[in-house]
């Protein structure tokens, strides 16, 4: 079992930066995937970064060399450093953790809010 909590979501202007948190209980942390997943009202959810518990990252092509993820094991967080804002990276963000050997990501939390001014 994994519990995920967000932090770090707010207004902030086009250019500006914020940088989300992922805290996770569980002793298992340093096993799971950590995705962080984007959803603005009308539009599908998008996975906007990923970390895998080797550290292997990945990024959707909107974010690329805008966004930052990593990870902190010893204190069970992923953060996501988020630069150069624009409005439409606007939306409630995820963070999702996946266990190893599934496909899935089973354990999410409750979102925070980004919202990105022109």
């Known amino acids: 079992q994994v519990q995920l909590v967000e932090s770090g979501g707010g207004l902030v202007q086009a250019g500006g930066s914020l940088r989300l948190s992922c805290a996770a209980s569980?002793?298992?942390?340093?096993?799971?995937?950590i995705g962080w997943y984007r959803q603005d009202p009308g539009k599908q959810r998008e996975l906007v970064a990923a970390?895998?518990?080797?550290?292997?990252?990945n990024y959707a092509d909107s974010v690329k060399g805008r966004f930052t993820i990593s990870r902190d094991n010893g204190k069970n967080t992923v953060f996501l450093e988020m630069n150069a804002l624009k409005p439409e990276d606007t939306a409630v963000y995820y963070c999702?953790?996946?266990?190893?050997?599934?496909?899935?990501?089973?354990?999410w939390g409750q979102g925070t809010q980004v919202t990105v001014s022109s």
């Open positions: 569980g002793s298992t942390f340093s096993l799971v995937a």
């Open positions: 999702a953790a996946k266990l190893p050997g599934f496909n899935v990501y089973g354990y």
């Open positions: 970390i895998s518990r080797f550290g292997t990252t």
